[in-house]
């Protein structure tokens, strides 16, 4: 579903940011990536969604070579991929109902399925009771649950989340967690980029550790390793 080959990444100012990284990741796993600040973790997750292109290797998504993908296709790939962010990027002066059906008006799903599909998620994340209000009336732990409604509604295969309850107390994480693995358990793929040793080492999956642009550990229900 995920492999990487020999995989380079330096930035145009001559930055070296992933220095040779091999890993292949199935359907239907959930996994952590960790390590310390300027380790490459957000350009390695960035690559499976070609918000960055690899300098050198190779890279597979659901078949698709990304050496191969042309820009125009890039679209297509993402409609398979669920991105979410620390920091949420929801749109302010947009309700959470129309935040959610943005995501698939963009993709020209029909009308009349958007309403049902909007609603249905919305109830996945538990937050059907507030799809008329807009983002800012909402708590933070709420607004990533948007996010989370925003990025899933589409049903990708994979869901990628960058540090998605850096802004969140601990309580609150672990509901985003749950939300999580609910969706992992239907058969979707979650790749997410965390420092929280709380989850990592609680809530035990797969850690892949990157260090200095390299992969250093890669571990079946692993610990989360560094200090707090
Ligand atoms: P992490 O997510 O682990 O903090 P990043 O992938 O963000 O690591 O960064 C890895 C290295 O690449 C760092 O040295 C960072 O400064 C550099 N880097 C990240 N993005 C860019 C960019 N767009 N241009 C130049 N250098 C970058
Ligand atoms: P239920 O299935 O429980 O009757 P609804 O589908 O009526 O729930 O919607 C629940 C909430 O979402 C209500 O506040 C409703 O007004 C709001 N809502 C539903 N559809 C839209 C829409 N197209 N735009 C804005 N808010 C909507």
Redesign the pocket.
Known sequence: MIQMKDVYKTYANGVTALNGINIDIDQGEFVYIVGPSGAGKSTFIKLMYREVKQSKGTIVINNTDMSELKEKKVPFLRRNIGVIFQDFKLLPKL?V?ENVAFALEVIEEAPRNI?KRV?DVLELVGL??K??FIPDELSGGEQQRVSIARAIVNHPKIVIADEPTGNLDPETSLGIMKVFEEINSKGTTIIMATHSKDIVNTIKKRVIAVEDGLIVRDEHRGEYGYEA
Do not use: F, G, Q, T
């Open positions: 309700s109902y309403r609603m059907k009771n799809a008329r």
